[in-house]
């Protein structure tokens, strides 16, 4: 019987092809002073090296993260907006996004960082 | 009785879940923006450090025309915070330059801060990031 079972798991194991995973690829810069941020209050802001913005998983433009942040901004009001950006992308696009964030009134910001020498 | 192979497979049941189910806290460097109604603040020339990361991810502090390196900025950083207690350090970049060169920067502030608190120095965060504006 298990003889049957690892015949099986065997022929499913060769014959599995992953679904390749459509994420952004974006290499945060290190850092030695990072903190912890509490978990359940974030909102992650992602911006990789061309420039494309998500919102907690969401492709968006610069216009939707005003509507989107103040959304989320009413059911937690201690939000912390996380940025996620890659340690190339350009300082123009993450000043945009803070700049829709004043407006949307979300002042607590993070910048996500790698710990040092990992 | 309760079978040796069968308590290894509750075992590496338990391994797996934690496996799956553990995430590591994420870290980061935090700062609060200013408020766009709030009003705007004129602030003394000597109570801002600028320092400016170029388009090249070179740091300037001030009007400097000689690039600072960053490995000299915690230092810089701490000596004019130690003078100045009312000190706002004003961290500017170009559009164009690399978010990292940025954040660089700023952990190498906030570390001038950490070292300065823990040596019984303590003072206020007064972080202000900014872009440039070259158009």
Not at chain 1, 15 to 33: C, D, H, V, W, Y
Not at chain 2, 45 to 72: D, K
């Amino acid at each position: 019987m298990a003889d049957i079972a690892f015949l099986l798991i065997v022929f499913f194991m060769v014959t599995t092809i992953f679904k390749l995973e459509q994420g952004l690829a974006i290499t945060l810069p290190r850092s030695e002073a990072g903190e912890k941020i509490p978990r359940e209050k974030i909102a992650h802001i992602w911006i990789d090296e061309r420039s494309t913005i998500l919102i907690d998983d969401l492709v968006v433009g610069l216009g939707d993260i005003e509507p989107m942040i103040t959304a989320k901004m009413r059911e937690n009001p201690a939000l912390i907006i996380s940025f996620n950006t890659d340690d190339a992308a350009q300082y123009r696009v993450v000043n945009q996004a803070m700049e829709r964030l004043k407006l949307a009134n979300a002042l607590r910001v993070s910048f996500t960082t790698m710990p040092e020498g990992q | 009785m309760v079978g040796e192979s069968s308590m290894s497979d509750v075992a590496f049941l338990l391994l797996v879940f934690f496996i799956v189910s553990t995430t590591f806290p994420e870290i980061g460097l935090t700062l609060i923006l200013p408020s766009k109604s709030g009003e705007v603040k004129e602030v003394a020339r000597q109570n801002v450090m600028q320092i400016v990361t170029a388009r090249t991810g070179a740091y300037f502090v001030g009007t400097e025309e000689i690039p600072t390196q960053l490995m000299e900025l915690k230092g810089r950083v701490k000596e004019r915070l130690t003078e100045n207690e009312r000190l706002i350090i004003s961290l500017e970049s170009h559009p164009d330059a690399p978010y990292g060169r940025m954040i660089d920067a700023l952990d190498e502030v906030m570390l001038g801060y950490n070292e300065l608190q823990e040596a019984g120095v303590a003072r206020d965060r007064r972080i202000s990031l900014k872009m440039l504006d070259v158009e």
